[in-house]
T-cell receptor, first 109, second 112 residues
Framework: QKEVEQDPGPLSVPEGAIVSLNCTYSNSAFQYFMWYRQYSRKGPELLMYTYSSGNKEDGRFTAQVDKSSKYISLFIRDSQPSDSATYLCAMWVGNQFYFGTGTSLTVIP | KAGVTQTPRYLIKTRGQQVTLSCSPISGHRSVSWYQQTPGQGLQFLFEYFSETQRNKGNFPGRFSGRQFSNSRSEMNVSTLELGDSALYLC???????????FGPGTRLTVL
């Protein structure tokens, strides 16, 4: 079993929809949680960083962490075609980060 | 503030050759991590350097090595290249271990 599981998709939604992206993890020791967005042929771009259970909001993005269920989510409100990318979750424990394999999202105009 | 830079951006090598990739972190960042990204495996951790010391290493063979200089710039070396080494190699810098990482654009290595 991988440390971090992420549905690869692909996910296709119409413009303006609310998008929900999710990751589950097995190691209860994970302390820090991040979401990255990666456009084709680019490096990942940090979107959200949180270290506690609960919600964190930044513009149209909301990151949610549920440590009791070992589950994290990223919600995108009013999705735009420019949100079309691969979204990676990442978590930190010990001395390294562990990444999900990414979910491919397409927002259709 | 300038972001993480990586050179070269693209590289084509043949099996058996060796390659050196370079990474310049964000100014003030002392931690540099390297990752290999492939479609099948996703992002896999190679190693992390902090203040010129390797702090952690992933599960890659000894052909993969790295170093960090006093100005925090880092290099990664792969010797005796194999076809399976074709990947996007990403460098990420952070202020310190466990802090949020910022990625460079990557070096796309193709091994023929």
């Amino acid at each position: 079993q991988k440390e971090v599981e992420q549905d690869p998709g692909p996910l296709s939604v119409p413009e303006g929809a609310i998008v929900s992206l999710n990751c589950t993890y097995s190691n209860s020791a994970f302390q820090y949680f991040m979401w990255y967005r990666q456009y084709s042929r680019k490096g990942p771009e940090l979107l959200m960083y949180t270290y506690s259970s609960g919600n964190k909001e930044d513009g149209r993005f909301t990151a949610q962490v549920d440590k009791s269920s070992k589950y994290i989510s990223l919600f995108i409100r009013d999705s735009q075609p420019s949100d079309s990318a691969t979204y990676l979750c990442a978590m930190w424990v010990g001395n390294q980060f562990y990444f999900g394999t990414g979910t491919s999202l397409t927002v259709i105009p | 503030k300038a972001g993480v830079t990586q050179t070269p951006r693209y590289l084509i090598k043949t099996r058996g050759q060796q390659v050196t990739l370079s990474c310049s972190p964000i100014s003030g960042h002392r931690s540099v991590s390297w990752y290999q990204q492939t479609p099948g495996q996703g992002l896999q951790f190679l190693f992390e350097y902090f203040s010129e010391t390797q702090r952690n290493k992933g599960n890659f063979p000894g052909r993969f090595s790295g170093r960090q200089f006093s100005n925090s710039r880092s290099e990664m070396n792969v010797s005796t290249l194999e076809l399976g080494d074709s990947a996007l190699y990403l460098c990420a810098s952070s202020f310190g271990p466990s802090r949020e990482q910022f990625f460079g654009p990557g070096t796309r290595l193709t091994v023929l």
